[in-house]
């Protein structure tokens, strides 16, 4: 091969609608209105994974192919758990760079937090509302659970300072609540209730020593609460356990990538730091190679009415097209 390798990676998966009533248009029924196409997935990432192909197919038109491999990587479970890419190097596919559109508004994603998931079950022991003056509601006690971890992020949150790409963020670490369950019926006082919780961490922090610290916390306020002291509640780690990583400045794949983008757009190349987890995680940390997450504007991924700009797919399809063919050199097709 002349030229260098390169990693193409899209996710498949998407994130559930919530009440479909709450969209303009169905969310599996694509629309287009006027530049915007709608749809769930559109944006977050079905319109990369077109770009990443597309970007092949540009360069064949015009009679060229690349001097390097190009693995299109089709991964799943992106926004659970990040197992789909991790799959692609524990298969041992390697290459010389790799990169994810997804959807950045046509910058370059500088820094990005890790993810934990984890479960944490209340129980306790059931009683006739009556006797509820004895507190022991265990919808209540996980009210008071979450109040704890609402302090525990604020504390997180303010280890920001000194953090290069952090400090300046209003709010960089963010817990959410993501579901909640418990009781049996309105007249039974709950005796069991359970979270469903997502938290986010700094790049360069261990994902286990975060997870023990969550346990520590949680153990230590039930402790000194006095309905949880008495059944201590259990923390499971059910999805996500995944590390930030930073896109060291400076490299040739970035170079390149600024070189294409200024061709494609006319503007210059703008970093940023995001707040939510990335496979290009695992080419960062674990592939140990430049890891460029790009892609196009995009509004709502991950909310209603989730959309895609047209235009950016095109001029970011024009990007990834000049980067295959600086990174991995081009040749032409032997025309028959
Ligand atoms: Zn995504």
């Not at 193409?8 to 209105?33: E, R, Y």
């Not at 370059?108 to 890790?114: S, T």
Request: glycine content about 10%; aromatic content about 8%.
């Amino acid at each position: 091969e002349r030229g260098r390798s390169l990693i193409l990676q899209a996710h498949v998966d998407v994130v559930p609608p919530g009440p479909t009533d709450m969209w303009t248009h169905p969310p599996f029924a694509p629309v287009i209105d006027g530049d915007w196409l709608y749809g769930r997935g559109g944006a977050d990432m079905k319109a990369g994974h077109a770009a990443n192909i597309f970007a092949l197919d540009a360069l064949r038109r015009i009679g060229l192919k690349p001097a390097a491999t190009i693995y299109i990587q089709s991964v799943v479970e992106e926004e659970s758990t990040g197992n789909g890419a991790l799959m692609t190097h524990l298969r041992g596919y390697r290459a010389d760079a790799a990169l994810i559109p997804e959807p950045e508004d046509e910058k370059l994603v500088r820094a990005n937090v890790g993810v934990l998931w984890f479960q944490v079950q209340v129980r306790g022991v059931p009683v006739h509302v009556r006797e509820m003056g004895e507190g022991a509601n265990a919808i209540d006690a996980a009210y008071r659970l979450i109040g704890e971890l609402r302090r525990l992020e604020a504390e997180w949150n303010a280890a920001k300072t000194g953090r290069e790409h952090f400090e300046r963020e209003e709010h960089p670490i963010n817990l959410n609540i993501g579901r909640i369950e418990g009781g049996d019926w309105a007249s039974s006082v709950p005796a069991w209730c359970t979270l469903q919780c997502r938290i986010s961490i700094y790049p360069g922090q261990s994902a286990e020593a975060a997870a023990r610290e969550l346990e520590e916390r949680i153990s230590h306020f039930a402790r000194n609460d006095r309905f949880l002291a008495n059944l201590p509640p259990s923390v499971t780690f059910n999805g996500f356990r995944a590390e930030g990583y930073t896109l060291e400045p400076g490299s040739e794949a970035e170079k390149v990538l600024g070189r294409a983008h200024r061709a494609a757009t006319g503007a210059d190349l703008q970093s940023f730091m995001t707040a939510g987890y990335l496979d290009t995680r695992v080419h960062a940390l674990y592939d140990k190679i430049p890891a460029l997450c790009y892609g196009p504007y995009s509004q709502g991924i991950h909310a209603f009415d989730e959309r895609v700009s047209l235009a950016s797919v095109k001029r970011i399809t024009g990007t990834i097209a000049l980067f295959i063919a600086e990174w991995c050199g081009t040749e032409a097709i032997a025309l028959c």
